[in-house]
């Protein structure tokens, strides 16, 4: 059974840092594209930054220069860095594992949640001015 099970979240003030944390029970886990989405009250689920198996990363445009996505493919754990947080950076960060095994897909779709089948619960992240 697949279980993402994230943590780090927490409250900071504008300008100040996080960094999250998915760890993953996948018994291929290098196999997996790996990414991070938030969702704020009201408001769709979008993709914030994803990574390939092969360590290939994308970044919505809200967050680029901001956060950073990684992999530790020997702890099967993901990290998602964030710097600068902002206001509208408030949200429940979830980590999303896809199928594995895919090849040849355009990158930008790792931040389509349609491609995940495997979600955790999410960690909370408020951000105040």
């Known amino acids: 059974q697949v279980q993402l099970v994230e943590s780090g979240g927490g409250s900071v003030q504008a300008g100040g840092s996080l960094k999250l944390s998915c760890a993953a029970s996948?018994?291929?886990?290098?196999?997996?594209?790996m990414g991070w989405f938030r969702q704020a009250p009201g408001k769709e689920r979008e993709g914030v930054a994803a990574i390939s198996g092969d360590g290939s990363t994308t970044y919505s445009d809200s967050v680029k220069g901001r956060f950073t996505i990684s992999r530790d493919n020997a702890k099967n754990t993901l990290y998602l860095q964030m710097n600068n947080l902002k206001p509208e950076d408030t949200a429940m960060y979830y980590c999303a594992a896809d199928d594995g095994g895919y090849s040849d897909y355009p990158l930008i779709m790792l931040l389509d949640k349609a491609w995940y089948s495997y979600w955790g619960q999410g960690t909370q992240v408020t951000v105040s001015s």
């Open positions: 996948l018994y291929t886990y290098t196999k997996h594209a």
